[in-house]
């Protein structure tokens, strides 16, 4: 009498699959980071799926933005609204409602999370204060806003990466 399998045992795959395009090649901090995606966005003889190379040109114009404290807090406390939560890169016209001008680093605010969130409930007030800020450059900063462009990301990360460079080389020359 012999004893039969109910199920049958998956056999291995002889060999492994071979993709005919080059694959994702992302770097996080810890490690290579391995995606299955086909390259998309080519920098520096590097290739990243789209998702990775959004993400590291938002994570590049997030710390160029950045510069540790709350530019707004000074505005924000006299509307009423506390300051709290993490330090974060603000837009000033809207990443979603107008991609043209997602990776300006004229666009961008150095803010707390608490304002952030205000200022998309509060669109007009908003408006109002960059209407303040920029002056005349308002009218001319909002055409390229409502121009309908595509980005090179390849082109956006390494713009945005050499900066990021250049800041740093700064910084160490200042201290």
Not at 37 to 61: D, F, I, N, T, Y
Not at 103 to 114: R, V
């Amino acid at each position: 009498m012999t004893i039969q399998r109910k199920t049958r045992i998956p056999r291995k795959r002889a060999k492994p699959c071979a993709y005919k395009s080059p694959r994702c090649d992302f770097a996080t901090p810890t490690g290579r980071h391995l995606c299955r995606k086909p390259q998309k966005v080519m920098w520096e003889e590097r290739g990243m799926c789209l998702s990775h190379a959004k993400a590291e040109s938002a994570r590049l114009w997030s710390r160029l933005v950045r510069t540790g404290q709350c530019d707004l807090a000074d505005w924000h406390r006299s509307l009423g609204v506390k300051c709290g939560g993490p330090i974060c890169g603000c837009h000033g016209f809207g990443k979603g409602a107008y991609p043209s001008v997602r990776y300006e680093l004229w666009n961008g605010f150095s803010g707390c999370s608490g304002i952030n969130v205000w200022t998309e409930d509060h669109p007009l007030e908003w408006d109002d204060y960059l209407r303040a800020t920029w002056g005349p450059l308002y009218e001319e900063r909002r055409q390229l806003a409502l121009a309908v462009r595509k980005y090179d990301l390849g082109e956006a990360i390494a713009t945005l990466s050499t900066q990021l460079s250049e800041v740093k080389r700064q910084k160490e020359a200042a201290v």
